[in-house]
T-cell receptor
Framework: EAGVVQSPRYKIIEKKQPVAFWCNPI?????LYWYRQNLGQGPELLIR????????DSQLPKDRFSAERLKGVDSTLKIQPAELGDSAVYLC????????????FGPGTRLTVT | AQKVTQAQTEISVVEKEDVTLDCVYETRDTTYYLFWYKQPPSGELVFLIR??????QNEISGRYSWNFQKSTSSFNFTITASQVVDSAVYFC?????????????FGKGTHLIIQP
């Protein structure tokens, strides 16, 4: 079974530029999460999807961040415009059923804003 | 609000030594889930274990064991006879109930260094 796929793995952009990250969850996983991990810290939740519905986006900085999960499968996280403080690793995770509580993480996208 | 504290920022031991990683959590829910994840240098978070709040039984998996104590709100992780491949950052995490679909609240992680 393929794991969570993310692309790109690395991205370097200048501040004020837009950037987008893509995630393909494990097949059949209805719940999808985006996390941000700053250097030396644990991941922090940005948004959670149940199928195509964003059910928890309270931690998403909505002035510059947006996300979508069309058709309830792949998801895209966008930042526009990027700021220096957005440099971090952006992790996508997915979860199967309500019985199984484990979240499975992708390799992440390391964003550097210069 | 929920919180996870991993007080040990970095631990360094010599191979074959036993090592325990501490995790203390805070939550107002009576039903919750605790996790440990491993993050090797490659960066991908690897799931190790999940424990339900109503199951205080300790668990052993090979060289890994976990001690869950609700009385002290702790969920500690022990590696027996450590190996160089165990070197990684280890995260403890908490998820409150409501179907268990909540996002995880992570601690800051413990960087474990196993020296040959």
């Amino acid at each position: 079974e393929a794991g969570v796929v993310q692309s790109p793995r690395y991205k370097i952009i200048e501040k004020k530029q837009p950037v987008a990250f893509w995630c393909n969850p494990i097949s059949g996983h209805n719940t999808l999460y985006w996390y941000r991990q700053n250097l030396g810290q644990g991941p922090e939740l940005l948004i959670r999807y149940e199928n195509e519905e964003a059910v928890d986006d309270s931690q998403l900085p909505k002035d510059r961040f947006s996300a979508e999960r069309l058709k309830g499968v792949d998801s895209t996280l966008k930042i526009q415009p990027a700021e220096l403080g957005d440099s971090a690793v952006y992790l996508c995770a997915s979860r199967g059923s309500r019985v199984s509580h484990e979240q499975y993480f992708g390799p992440g996208t390391r964003l550097t804003v210069t | 609000a929920q919180k996870v504290t991993q007080a040990q920022t970095e631990i360094s031991v010599v191979e074959k030594e036993d090592v325990t990683l501490d995790c203390v959590y805070e939550t107002r829910d009576t039903t919750y889930y605790l996790f440990w994840y491993k993050q090797p240098p490659s960066g991908e978070l690897v799931f190790l274990i999940r424990r339900n709040s109503f199951d205080e039984q300790n668990e052993i998996s090979g060289r890994y064991s976990w001690n869950f104590q609700k009385s002290t709100s702790s969920f500690n992780f022990t590696i027996t006879a450590s190996q160089v491949v165990d070197s990684a950052v280890y995260f403890c995490a908490l998820s409150e109930a409501r179907g268990g679909a909540d996002g995880l609240t992570f601690g800051k992680g413990t960087h474990l260094i196993i020296q040959p």
